[in-house]
Nanobody
Framework: QVQLVESGGGSVQAGGSLRLSCAAS????????VGWFRQSPGKEREGVAA????????YYADSVKGRFTISHDIAKNMVYLQMNSLEPEDTAMYYC????????????????????????????WGQGTQVTVSS
């Protein structure tokens, strides 16, 4: 049984940093895709970052580009989301998700990863960790 568990959320002032972690049991992140998503009340879920761990290809939403960094640790089977220069607009529940890279005809790896992130096209999901940024 696959289980994803997020940790590292909390409350921070604007301009601060947090690092979210995603741990998996029953699933190997290596050679697969992992995404970080967020959702706040009344808003649609947003894919903020994703990584294809085979080659470390990454995707970032425009809203977090330059501030968030996704990475993974093969040995620990962990994926991280380093969040810097946090803004009140980043307040949300953050979820990690994992799945194999889709193999849709005509898409590059980068396009496929972006499509998965923008559509939330992942099979396995964690329960989320809350991030609150105060001004």
């Amino acid at each position: 049984q696959v289980q994803l568990v997020e940790s590292g959320g909390g409350s921070v002032q604007a301009g601060g940093s947090l690092r979210l972690s995603c741990a998996a049991s029953g699933y190997i992140f290596n050679n697969n895709c992992v995404g970080w998503f967020r959702q706040s009340p009344g808003k649609e879920r947003e894919g903020v970052a994703a990584i294809y761990t085979r080659g470390d290809r990454t995707y970032y939403a425009d809203s977090v580009k330059g501030r968030f960094t996704i990475s993974h640790d093969i040995a620990k089977n962990m994926v991280y989301l380093q969040m810097n220069s946090l803004e009140p607009e980043d307040t949300a529940m953050y979820y990690c998700a994992a799945d194999r890279l889709r193999a849709r005809v005509g898409l590059t790896i980068a396009q496929e990863l972006a499509t998965m992130a923008m559509k939330g096209d992942f099979h396995y999901w964690g329960q989320g960790t809350q991030v609150t940024v105060s001004s």
